[in-house]
């Protein structure tokens, strides 16, 4: 090997090691970046590593066994998920993906005769062979192995002071039907009677989309956008939504630092946009109170709107909610 | 061979058995027939007495709304008077176990006979062009049906226990569903008998009925054409018990039946269970003979009879493959089935307590393609030449792994709270984007399409192409591929930006690309091995053993799989007998967390495991005289070489 | 693959492989988040002809107090009040309070055995009381609320009757006052607002009869003796109850003021001018607060207990806020501490604006239209009166006067805590 291609194999890593941090940093949010565009950059980021593991493979013959490959594949997997992957994803999450990879990364090493042959045979050497360095390491495999799993049994035995782990089912069952200022509303089936169009007919879901960015403010508004404006000032004022939803309904309102969990973020693609009007009415009238065994702890301070709103008023301010959102509500019609 | 000289004669025997046949297929319906003309006779006199009580079905609406009633209403079950138990064990553990093992072993008997009139009529057409090839089929054909015949009695046996225990752990609720289904219930038994009867002749005419693909031949066919028919209206029957539990109809609000047995058998979720129930059935089956020819394969003493399994493993799991990349669809449609049916079941399982059950069954369904990739890696050790396709693999898996990866975040994910203030939200602003369908549908149709370009590798790895379009097809076959892809990961990315509703709508374009590929790549990949030069024999028996391994995998994952949808089937009726109309009120009415299902699953399909091993011993044992002419049928076999576009 | 094995180990190997697959796979069902989807509650539905005494006796248990375990309700500072509210006036325990009607303390709950006798055996007393003997003469015609006329024979038939018909037989001391003991403050129990059915009565009894000794059951006997039929004949017209919500019940701002009284039982003890329910209460002072929480506020009682600093208000809207909201602040000469403490758990602002300015808005004028008088234990003395009369006009002028500053916000006497802070809002 020349030395030109050591050379440039050595700013390849060099390079490496000093983008991954900035990109790390990039993704954390305070960066130039959004996250979409930094997971465009890591993918970039992958091609790039495939293409120089190529590069010093193929084009430079600098052969890396498997048995070498294999952990150092899934070293990097754990810094792409545990370093590079921000905002941190929970360990449970971290764990799962670790899992996959781990087997993937098996079969990578066992997908053909050859390379199984390549990842297998050092492991029979050090099991089977009695020359001197089979035995070393094997000596060394049977303290290191059993090692390691007492190490973890410890950590596992000492006794943790973090918080429980809460899990909270998001969106839990509605019950059938619900029964708000005497009236019975049947989830299933229960329209929202404010979703009216300029004729005055219920406005098919979807329709509404015209009414998109539409200025409800001014004086002469279709019939839909006076129903957004007044569920607006349900939102703003008569019951202050806005403090715990936010004012861009992101969940980030002036007091939603104070709970745990968090108040809902409407503008997630994952909040009402998945769910159905009744279901968000439901949450709406009832609140943390009325949520069923399932949802348990009933980890949720959104009071029962019921009692300081009448029933209209629920109806307008989800409108307002899904108009501002942009957001459709879920239909299976 | 039937002593039937001249081709006039054994046409004519050939026909009339086919026409008895056809009267024995309508056979089991006359009791239904005698049925509603005495019930026909019954309203009348009734007509004359008084004016009969209406009532409103739960479910149908319109014309069909109200019906007369014609049914006690559902009784109140009451805690030790209408529940049995055997100490503090779980009754419903017990109902579970035997019902799991009962589905297990039907689904066998169902879908094996499924496989082995494909196997026949391949063997029938290919007897024309290649005795040897056509007979091949057929003796394989012939050793599935040993199996699936000793495997009928054990179902029948089954059957027996699941109804002893009905009866014993739930008889208030066994009275009021048998008080319902009662005719049904009749004719399902008249045609278990019937099926037996096919069976039966099915198989023990195999050999008697043999001559080629003549009349007999043909005939034999339709007898076994006849089983399926049978087998499935049997299992669409019991079905409906099934899918009447989970969502009734026919019937009013106190469960009172209002007189019309097909509302109640027709209720909503009965046909996407079915259609569901048929595809799983045919994936398992597959997935459960590959597992026996793999075991054989391990077994095997010499490299004819290694041949020979590796050969049957490979066309069972090619079959259960085949059933299994339409299954996520017809999964769709039932979910969408039981939305339409009820927002709260719906949320229930996608979204509330039985979400998690969800993941695990993502689990097992990226466990299945992963498997089948590995697989087809592996397998294609056999094939001379495959060295060349060596380093893609590795690019395959990458996209299988980062499929699953998107496949198998969950929606709401486990964390503590230092965690979730850590995230800033319950949704990553990363990977909170796969826990949505948009990713889950594209991640799979990936998966899909990546084992369908793994399965056109594999077809052409040992020929060199030699038509004189091979540039142009290769160009055809590339921008196929990445023209779905392209399109798959669009239209998820394009998900994102429309209503949930129209979202579901894009599904369907993605699977039409995903199909696009199967189809019209396979088709173009033939097409282009026609004339090909041979690099050389496909050497049956020199998959690893490895490969093997994986088909136990496929296997277990398939029974597995349908253990835990059977378990989140029956749990989202949470605590009803019947869905809203009949409820349970024993101790065990609780739906059991995962955990516990996934021990109990486990058991189960340990338990299946164990006994189709016995009945794989038993049909062994039966063969052991003929196992040397079979051993040599097997060299003789293995010999031959078998296009690999033919299967 | 180069060597020969045995069947033997092949078939060992794959088991292991199935175990090793099946056991990842359960381990990792187990390692997922576990829910356990319990069935909710049923509805109570009885089958009275195969409902054992036992079950009858858990049922009453929880109709009075709402829960299986009344003493460690007590315990945790809380009534134990079911849906029968059964201990807001009877006594169940000795370290509960509550004496405007008899007291049902069983013998083995109280370890210093002064009464000496159970309600049991107590109602096979009561029976051949000349006292009862003498309603029976009374009421021949029926009595005028709930039409029964009074034929109880045993103990448990007079249970039953009591609950039905509770001014059929008062006991002595406990009528309303100057009835002479004819008018029991009770409510008729299977009507509302407590309106239990016939099943819930008797399993009421069977809980008495049973507290003590469980042999001593008669109760379901006894109701189908009482009424010549049996029981449950007539529950099938009965709609099943609604669902109740979880949780104390909450005055709404949405509400009537007669919604809120009989919501929060305000009439069990008070008497209110122009709300139906609340015309016998004789716990608590009569509620005219236009007229009373001026005179009140003005008191030399009053006035020491803002020296104490237990008091603070100083308006008569604050007054009655503070009476509402922490009963114990001020307690109006002639009473007992006995009000229910936790109703500032129990209103919304809304819901208390709604109550207050109703009860702001009786005067003295108002319960002599509606025939009511102060109790005899209230110091202002009869209404009728005439310089009662002239008191009246004073404290209404002052009302008037003051009611325009109610959203004023005063610094009380003491000078230390703004009125509003006490109204415990939660």
Same mark, same amino acid.
């Given at each position: 090997?020349?030395?030109?291609?050591?050379?440039?194999?050595?700013?390849?890593?060099?390079?490496?090691?000093?983008?991954?941090?900035?990109?790390?940093?990039?993704?954390?949010?305070?960066?130039?970046?959004?996250?979409?565009?930094?997971?465009?950059?890591?993918?970039?980021?992958?091609?790039?590593?495939?293409?120089?593991?190529?590069?010093?493979?193929?084009?430079?013959?600098?052969?890396?066994?498997?048995?070498?490959?294999?952990?150092?594949?899934?070293?990097?997997?754990?810094?792409?998920?545990?370093?590079?992957?921000?905002?941190?994803?929970?360990?449970?999450?971290?764990?799962?993906?670790?899992?996959?990879?781990?087997?993937?990364?098996?079969?990578?090493?066992?997908?053909?005769?050859?390379?199984?042959?390549?990842?297998?045979?050092?492991?029979?050497?050090?099991?089977?062979?009695?020359?001197?360095?089979?035995?070393?390491?094997?000596?060394?495999?049977?303290?290191?192995?059993?090692?390691?799993?007492?190490?973890?049994?410890?950590?596992?035995?000492?006794?943790?002071?973090?918080?429980?782990?809460?899990?909270?089912?998001?969106?839990?069952?509605?019950?059938?039907?619900?029964?708000?200022?005497? +009236?019975?509303?049947?989830?299933?089936?229960?329209?929202?009677?404010?979703?009216?169009?300029?004729?005055?007919?219920?406005?098919?879901?979807?329709?509404?989309?015209?009414?998109?960015?539409?200025?409800?403010?001014?004086?002469?508004?279709?019939?839909?956008?006076?129903?957004?404006?007044?569920?607006?000032?349900?939102?703003?004022?008569?019951?202050?939504?806005?403090?715990?939803?936010?004012?861009?309904?992101?969940?980030?309102?002036?007091?939603?630092?104070?709970?745990?969990?968090?108040?809902?973020?409407?503008?997630?693609?994952?909040?009402?946009?998945?769910?159905?009007?009744?279901?968000?009415?439901?949450?709406?009238?009832?609140?943390?109170?009325?949520?069923?065994?399932?949802?348990?702890?009933?980890?949720?301070?959104?009071?029962?709107?019921?009692?300081?709103?009448?029933?209209?008023?629920?109806?307008?301010?989800?409108?307002?909610?899904?108009?501002?959102?942009?957001?459709?509500?879920?239909?299976?019609? | 061979?039937?002593?039937?000289?001249?081709?006039?004669?054994?046409?004519?025997?050939?026909?009339?058995?086919?026409?008895?046949?056809?009267?024995?297929?309508?056979?089991?319906?006359?009791?239904?027939?005698?049925?509603?003309?005495?019930?026909?006779?019954?309203?009348?006199?009734?007509?004359?007495?008084?004016?009969?009580?209406?009532?409103?079905?739960?479910?149908?609406?319109?014309?069909?709304?109200?019906?007369?009633?014609?049914?006690?209403?559902?009784?109140?079950?009451?805690?030790? &008077?209408?529940?049995?138990?055997?100490?503090?064990?779980?009754?419903?553990?017990?109902?579970?176990?035997?019902?799991?093992?009962?589905?297990?072993?039907?689904?066998?008997?169902?879908?094996?006979?499924?496989?082995?009139?494909?196997?026949?009529?391949?063997?029938?057409?290919?007897?024309?062009?290649?005795?040897?090839?056509?007979?091949?089929?057929?003796?394989?054909?012939?050793?599935?049906?040993?199996?699936?015949?000793?495997?009928?009695?054990?179902?029948?046996?089954?059957?027996?226990?699941?109804?002893?225990?009905?009866?014993?752990?739930?008889?208030?609720?066994?009275?009021?569903?048998?008080?319902?289904?009662?005719?049904?219930?009749?004719?399902?038994?008249?045609?278990?008998?019937?099926?037996?009867?096919?069976?039966?002749?099915?198989?023990?005419?195999?050999?008697?009925?043999?001559?080629?693909?003549? &009349?007999?031949?043909?005939?034999?066919?339709?007898?076994?054409?006849?089983?399926?028919?049978?087998?499935?209206?049997?299992?669409?029957?019991?079905?409906?018990?099934?899918?009447?539990?989970?969502?009734?109809?026919?019937?009013?609000?106190?469960?009172?039946?209002?007189?019309?047995?097909?509302?109640?058998?027709?209720?909503?979720?009965?046909?996407?269970?079915?259609?569901?129930?048929?595809?799983?059935?045919?994936?398992?089956?597959?997935?459960?003979?590959?597992?026996?020819?793999?075991?054989?394969?391990?077994?095997?003493?010499?490299?004819?009879?290694?041949?020979?399994?590796?050969?049957?493993?490979?066309?069972?799991?090619?079959?259960?493959?085949?059933?299994?990349?339409?299954?996520?669809?017809?999964?769709?449609?039932?979910?969408?089935?039981?939305?339409?049916?009820?927002?709260?079941?719906?949320?229930?399982?996608?979204?509330?307590?039985?979400?998690?059950?969800?993941?695990?069954?993502?689990?097992?369904?990226?466990?299945?393609?992963?498997?089948?990739?590995?697989?087809?890696?592996?397998?294609?050790?056999?094939?001379?030449?495959?060295?060349?396709?060596?380093?893609?693999?590795?690019?395959?898996?990458?996209?299988?792994?980062?499929?699953?990866?998107?496949?198998?975040?969950?929606?709401?994910?486990?964390?503590?709270?230092?965690?979730?203030?850590?995230?800033?939200?319950?949704?990553?602003?990363?990977?909170?984007?796969?826990?949505?369908?948009?990713?889950?549908?594209?991640?799979?149709?990936?998966?899909?399409?990546?084992?369908?370009?793994?399965?056109?590798?594999?077809?052409?790895?040992?020929?060199?192409?030699?038509?004189?379009?091979?540039?142009?097809?290769?160009?055809?076959?590339?921008?196929?591929?990445?023209?779905?892809?392209?399109?798959?990961?669009?239209?998820?990315?394009?998900?994102?930006?429309?209503?949930?509703?129209?979202?579901?709508?894009?599904?369907?374009?993605?699977?039409?690309?995903?199909?696009?590929?199967?189809?019209?790549?396979?088709?173009?990949?033939?097409?282009?091995?026609?004339?090909?030069?041979?690099?050389?024999?496909?050497?049956?028996?020199?998959?690893?053993?490895?490969?093997?391994?994986?088909?136990?995998?496929?296997?277990?994952?398939?029974?597995?799989?349908?253990?835990?949808?059977?378990?989140?089937?029956?749990?989202?009726?949470?605590?009803?007998?019947?869905?809203?109309?009949?409820?349970?009120?024993?101790?065990?009415?609780?739906?059991?967390?995962?955990?516990?299902?996934?021990?109990?699953?486990?058991?189960?399909?340990?338990?299946?495991?164990?006994?189709?091993?016995?009945?794989?011993?038993?049909?062994?044992?039966?063969?052991?005289?003929?196992?040397?002419?079979?051993?040599?049928?097997?060299?003789?076999?293995?010999?031959?070489?078998?296009?690999?576009?033919?299967? | 693959?180069?060597?020969?094995?045995?069947?033997?180990?092949?078939?060992?190997?794959?088991?292991?492989?199935?175990?090793?697959?099946?056991?990842?796979?359960?381990?990792?069902?187990?390692?997922?988040?576990?829910?356990?989807?319990?069935?909710?509650?049923?509805?109570?539905?009885?089958?009275?002809?195969?409902?054992?005494?036992?079950?009858?006796?858990?049922?009453?248990?929880?109709?009075?107090?709402?829960?299986? &375990?009344?003493?460690?309700?007590?315990?945790?500072?809380?009534?134990?009040?079911?849906?029968?509210?059964?201990?807001?006036?009877?006594?169940?325990?000795?370290?509960?309070?509550?004496?405007?009607?008899?007291?049902?303390?069983?013998?083995?709950?109280?370890?210093?055995?002064?009464?000496?006798?159970?309600?049991?055996?107590?109602?096979?007393?009561?029976?051949?009381?000349?006292?009862?003997?003498?309603?029976?003469?009374?009421?021949?015609?029926?009595?005028?609320?709930?039409?029964?006329?009074?034929?109880?024979?045993?103990?448990?038939?007079?249970?039953?009757?009591?609950?039905?018909?509770?001014?059929?037989?008062?006991?002595?001391?406990?009528?309303?006052?100057?009835?002479?003991?004819?008018?029991?403050?009770?409510?008729?129990?299977?009507?509302?607002?407590?309106?239990?059915?016939?099943?819930?009565?008797?399993?009421?009894?069977?809980?008495?009869?049973?507290?003590?000794?469980?042999?001593?059951?008669?109760?379901?006997?006894?109701?189908?003796?009482?009424?010549?039929?049996?029981?449950?004949?007539?529950?099938?017209?009965?709609?099943?109850?609604?669902?109740?919500?979880?949780?104390?019940?909450?005055?709404?701002?949405?509400?009537?003021?007669?919604?809120?009284?009989?919501?929060?039982?305000?009439?069990?003890?008070?008497?209110?001018?122009?709300?139906?329910?609340?015309?016998?209460?004789?716990?608590?002072?009569?509620?005219?607060?236009?007229?009373?929480?001026?005179?009140?506020?003005?008191?030399?009682?009053?006035?020491?207990?803002?020296?104490?600093?237990?008091?603070?208000?100083?308006?008569?809207?604050?007054?009655?806020?503070?009476?509402?909201?922490?009963?114990?602040?001020?307690?109006?000469?002639?009473?007992?501490?006995?009000?229910?403490?936790?109703?500032?758990? +129990?209103?919304?602002?809304?819901?208390?604006?709604?109550?207050?300015?109703?009860?702001?808005?009786? &005067?003295?004028?108002?319960?002599?239209?509606?025939?009511?008088?102060?109790?005899?234990?209230?110091?202002?003395?009869?209404?009728?009166?005439?310089?009662?009369?002239?008191?009246?006009?004073?404290?209404?002028? +002052?009302?008037?006067?003051?009611?325009?500053?109610?959203?004023?916000?005063?610094?009380?006497?003491?000078?230390?805590?703004?009125?509003?802070?006490?109204?415990?809002?939660?």
């Amino acid at each position: 090997m020349s030395m030109f291609k050591k050379k440039t194999l050595l700013t390849q890593v060099l390079v490496l090691i000093l983008v991954a941090p900035v990109l790390a940093w990039a993704g954390g949010g305070g960066g130039p970046f959004s996250a979409g565009t930094f997971s465009f950059i890591k993918v970039g980021l992958v091609i790039f590593a495939i293409f120089s593991a190529w590069l010093i493979k193929d084009k430079m013959g600098i052969p890396l066994p498997k048995l070498i490959q294999a952990p150092l594949l899934w070293v990097l997997c754990y810094i792409n998920f545990r370093v590079i992957l921000q905002p941190p994803i929970p360990f449970s999450l971290l764990a799962m993906y670790m899992g996959v990879c781990t087997v993937a990364i098996f079969l990578y090493c066992s997908i053909t005769a050859s390379s199984w042959e390549e990842f297998s045979h050092p492991i029979a050497v050090m099991l089977r062979e009695d020359h001197g360095t089979a035995k070393m390491s094997r000596y060394a495999t049977f303290l290191i192995v059993p090692g390691l799993i007492a190490f973890q049994t410890y950590n596992q035995m000492l006794p943790k002071f973090g918080e429980p782990i809460e899990l909270r089912t998001v969106h839990p069952a509605p019950p059938a039907s619900i029964n708000v200022h005497k +009236k019975l509303v049947t989830l299933q089936t229960a329209e929202n009677p404010f979703r009216i169009g300029d004729d005055g007919n219920y406005l098919k879901v979807g329709d509404e989309s015209q009414y998109f960015g539409g200025n409800s403010w001014t004086g002469d508004v279709p019939k839909f956008l006076q129903q957004v404006r007044e569920g607006g000032v349900v939102f703003f004022g008569t019951a202050g939504c806005f403090y715990c939803h936010g004012d861009n309904l992101d969940g980030k309102g002036p007091f939603s630092f104070a709970f745990n969990p968090i108040p809902a973020n409407f503008a997630d693609p994952g909040t009402i946009s998945q769910l159905q009007e009744t279901f968000v009415f439901w949450r709406v009238a009832k609140g943390g109170p009325d949520l069923s065994r399932e949802a348990f702890p009933w980890a949720s301070a959104m009071p029962p709107w019921e009692k300081h709103l009448t029933t209209n008023e629920i109806w307008k301010v989800i409108i307002f909610e899904y108009w501002h959102t942009g957001f459709f509500p879920r239909t299976w019609g | 061979m039937l002593n039937l000289n001249g081709e006039k004669k054994k046409k004519i025997g050939a026909w009339l058995l086919l026409s008895m046949i056809g009267m024995l297929v309508l056979l089991p319906f006359t009791p239904a027939v005698v049925m509603a003309a005495e019930e026909k006779a019954a309203e009348a006199a009734a007509e004359g007495d008084a004016e009969p009580e209406k009532a409103k079905d739960v479910f149908y609406k319109g014309p069909g709304e109200f019906g007369i009633v014609s049914g006690p209403p559902a009784k109140e079950m009451v805690y030790p &008077d209408d529940y049995g138990s055997y100490g503090d064990f779980q009754s419903r553990t017990i109902i579970w176990i035997a019902n799991q093992q009962h589905l297990y072993f039907g689904s066998f008997v169902l879908a094996v006979p499924m496989f082995v009139w494909v196997m026949e009529l391949i063997g029938i057409l290919q007897y024309g062009k290649d005795r040897k090839a056509g007979k091949k089929f057929d003796d394989l054909a012939h050793e599935m049906m040993k199996i699936s015949l000793t495997a009928y009695s054990v179902t029948a046996i089954l059957g027996g226990i699941l109804i002893f225990s009905f009866l014993a752990l739930y008889p208030g609720f066994f009275r009021y569903l048998s008080g319902i289904f009662r005719p049904v219930m009749h004719i399902y038994a008249l045609l278990f008998i019937l099926e037996s009867g096919v069976l039966y002749v099915y198989y023990y005419g195999w050999d008697a009925m043999n001559d080629g693909d003549g &009349d007999w031949k043909w005939s034999h066919l339709a007898l076994g054409t006849m089983l399926n028919a049978v087998g499935i209206v049997l299992m669409v029957m019991a079905n409906t018990w099934v899918s009447f539990m989970m969502s009734p109809a026919g019937v009013d609000a106190q469960g009172r039946f209002l007189g019309d047995i097909w509302k109640v058998m027709h209720n909503p979720l009965m046909v996407p269970i079915v259609i569901h129930r048929i595809l799983g059935n045919a994936a398992f089956g597959g997935g459960v003979v590959a597992a026996y020819a793999a075991f054989k394969f391990l077994a095997a003493k010499n490299i004819e009879e290694k041949g020979h399994y590796d050969w049957m493993s490979y066309i069972a799991m090619f079959m259960g493959i085949l059933a299994l990349i339409p299954l996520p669809f017809a999964g769709y449609w039932l979910m969408r089935e039981i939305y339409a049916y009820r927002q709260q079941m719906g949320i229930t399982l996608m979204g509330g307590l039985l979400a998690w059950v969800f993941i695990m069954q993502a689990t097992m369904i990226a466990t299945l393609f992963i498997t089948v990739n590995y697989y087809l890696f592996q397998a294609m050790g056999r094939m001379p030449g495959s060295e060349r396709y060596h380093r893609y693999f590795k690019y395959m898996l990458a996209i299988l792994v980062v499929s699953t990866i998107a496949w198998l975040t969950p929606h709401t994910l486990v964390m503590t709270p230092a965690e979730l203030k850590a995230m800033g939200g319950a949704q990553h602003p990363v990977v909170g984007n796969y826990g949505v369908m948009s990713a889950k549908n594209t991640a799979i149709n990936t998966m899909i399409t990546t084992t369908c370009v793994c399965f056109i590798i594999y077809q052409r790895c040992n020929f060199n192409v030699k038509v004189p379009w091979a540039w142009k097809g290769n160009l055809f076959l590339f921008f196929l591929v990445f023209g779905a892809e392209a399109n798959i990961v669009f239209l998820g990315i394009y998900g994102y930006f429309i209503p949930a509703n129209v979202r579901i709508g894009l599904s369907v374009p993605q699977v039409a690309s995903t199909l696009t590929v199967l189809f019209i790549g396979v088709w173009m990949n033939v097409k282009m091995l026609k004339g090909a030069e041979s690099v050389g024999e496909i050497r049956w028996g020199r998959m690893s053993v490895r490969g093997a391994y994986a088909l136990f995998m496929l296997a277990v994952a398939f029974t597995w799989t349908m253990a835990v949808m059977g378990y989140l089937r029956s749990s989202v009726r949470l605590h009803w007998h019947v869905n809203e109309i009949l409820r349970d009120n024993s101790p065990w009415a609780f739906t059991n967390p995962l955990g516990y299902a996934g021990n109990i699953n486990s058991f189960n399909v340990l338990l299946f495991w164990t006994m189709l091993l016995f009945v794989f011993w038993l049909s062994a044992l039966a063969g052991k005289g003929k196992e040397k002419v079979a051993a040599e049928a097997a060299a003789e076999a293995a010999g031959s070489a078998v296009p690999a576009g033919s299967h | 693959m180069a060597k020969k094995k045995g069947a033997g180990i092949i078939v060992f190997k794959v088991a292991l492989w199935y175990c090793t697959i099946l056991g990842i796979f359960a381990a990792y069902t187990n390692w997922l988040p576990q829910i356990r989807g319990d069935a909710p509650e049923a509805a109570v539905a009885i089958d009275v002809s195969a409902v054992t005494p036992e079950m009858l006796q858990e049922m009453g248990e929880k109709i009075i107090y709402g829960s299986h &375990d009344p003493l460690g309700v007590l315990a945790r500072g809380e009534g134990p009040i079911g849906k029968g509210q059964c201990p807001l006036c009877h006594r169940f325990f000795m370290e509960q309070k509550a004496d405007r009607c008899p007291n049902m303390i069983a013998l083995k709950t109280e370890p210093q055995k002064l009464l000496q006798v159970s309600e049991e055996a107590r109602s096979h007393e009561r029976v051949k009381e000349p006292r009862y003997e003498e309603a029976k003469k009374r009421l021949a015609d029926g009595e005028k609320d709930s039409g029964i006329v009074p034929h109880a024979e045993t103990g448990g038939q007079y249970l039953i009757e009591s609950e039905y018909c509770p001014n059929c037989f008062v006991v002595e001391g406990f009528g309303l006052k100057g009835t002479n003991d004819t008018v029991s403050p009770m409510p008729i129990i299977n009507k509302p607002p407590i309106q239990l059915v016939d099943t819930e009565i008797v399993a009421v009894v069977s809980y008495l009869q049973m507290r003590d000794d469980p042999s001593k059951w008669t109760a379901k006997d006894d109701w189908e003796a009482y009424f010549g039929e049996e029981l449950g004949a007539n529950e099938e017209d009965a709609a099943p109850a609604e669902e109740k919500p979880a949780g104390p019940p909450v005055a709404l701002g949405s509400e009537s003021p007669e919604e809120i009284v009989t919501k929060m039982t305000c009439y069990a003890c008070h008497k209110i001018p122009g709300i139906s329910v609340a015309k016998t209460g004789a716990i608590g002072p009569l509620l005219i607060e236009g007229t009373n929480s001026a005179n009140r506020l003005k008191s030399p009682e009053y006035q020491a207990a803002v020296k104490a600093g237990k008091a603070h208000a100083t308006t008569p809207r604050e007054y009655v806020i503070e009476s509402i909201m922490d009963p114990g602040a001020f307690i109006v000469p002639g009473f007992a501490d006995d009000m229910m403490k936790d109703f500032k758990h +129990k209103f919304t602002v809304s819901g208390l604006d709604v109550l207050v300015d109703y009860l702001l808005a009786q &005067d003295e004028a108002a319960a002599l239209a509606d025939g009511m008088d102060r109790l005899p234990n209230e110091k202002e003395g009869p209404i009728k009166k005439p310089e009662a009369k002239v008191d009246t006009g004073e404290a209404v002028a +002052k009302n008037k006067s003051m009611s325009d500053d109610k959203q004023t916000v005063k610094v009380s006497s003491s000078g230390v805590i703004e009125s509003s802070t006490f109204i415990g809002l939660n």
